[in-house]
């Protein structure tokens, strides 16, 4: 079984509307971070959270991860094309190194 | 400037052929990482190493082999012995801690017919 989910599986927005996308797992978690891919590029880092109930923001992307860390949040506000891509949930499921587990991806279309 | 450098791009074997995958860091990292990416799968972890001279199997290191003799290098090997090669490889390095982020190279396809 997946032990990330991601939902929705794929979405597509109108440029400037605000969107959110999330990841769930069934265990504990010690550390969730969050990661863009561009189709056919690596992934590029976005954030990490590491702390139940805690929330980091960069330009008009805020993540948050709830009490129990077990799902995390990633919201867009005001989407631009730039913000279009492959989102990525990546997980330390063990707290014993940096070795990650990830979900399948949420594909984020912006139409102009 | 620092990163993660994989080489090439693009590759392309005939089945029953052996192909190696480079991956170089100049990140001063200590661990590195393949992953495998294939539609509608998300990152698989293949091989994982922490410190030079030793690595540890992934979740899916059947028809793989690796090395990891400098600190800067780690290099993949997909063997004939893979049922399914064709796939898209992403090689991370970071430092080896606890909530260290993973920092990804920009991947080699390899298509295997």
């Known amino acids: 079984s997946q032990e990330l989910e991601q939902s929705p599986q794929s979405l597509i927005v109108q440029e400037g509307k605000n969107l959110t996308i999330n990841c769930t797992s069934s265990k504990t978690l010690y550390g969730l971070y969050w990661y863009k891919q561009k189709y056919g590029e690596g992934l590029i880092f976005l954030m990490m959270l590491q702390k139940g109930g805690e929330e980091k923001s960069h330009e008009k992307i805020t993540a948050k991860l709830d009490e129990k860390k077990q799902q995390s949040s990633l919201h867009i506000t005001a989407s631009q094309p730039s913000h279009a891509g492959i989102y990525l949930c990546?997980?330390?499921?063990?707290?014993?190194?940096?070795?990650?587990?990830f979900g399948k991806g949420i594909t984020l279309s912006v139409r102009p | 400037d620092g990163g993660i450098t994989q080489s090439p791009k693009y590759l392309f074997r005939k089945e029953g052929q052996n192909v190696t995958l480079s991956c170089e860091q100049n990140l001063n990292h200590d661990a590195m990482y393949w992953y495998r990416q294939d539609p509608g799968q998300g990152l698989r972890l293949i091989y994982y190493s922490q410190i030079v001279n030793d690595f540890q199997k992934g979740d899916i290191a059947e028809g793989y082999s690796v090395s990891r003799e400098k600190k800067e290098s780690f290099p993949l090997t997909v063997t004939s012995a893979q049922k399914n090669p064709t796939a898209f490889y992403l090689c991370?390095?970071?430092?080896?801690?606890?909530?260290?982020?993973?920092?990804f190279g920009n991947g080699t396809r390899l298509t295997v017919t």
């Open positions: 991370a390095s970071s430092k080896g801690q606890v909530n260290s982020p993973l920092h």
């Open positions: 990546g997980a330390d499921r063990t707290g014993a190194n940096s070795k990650l587990t």
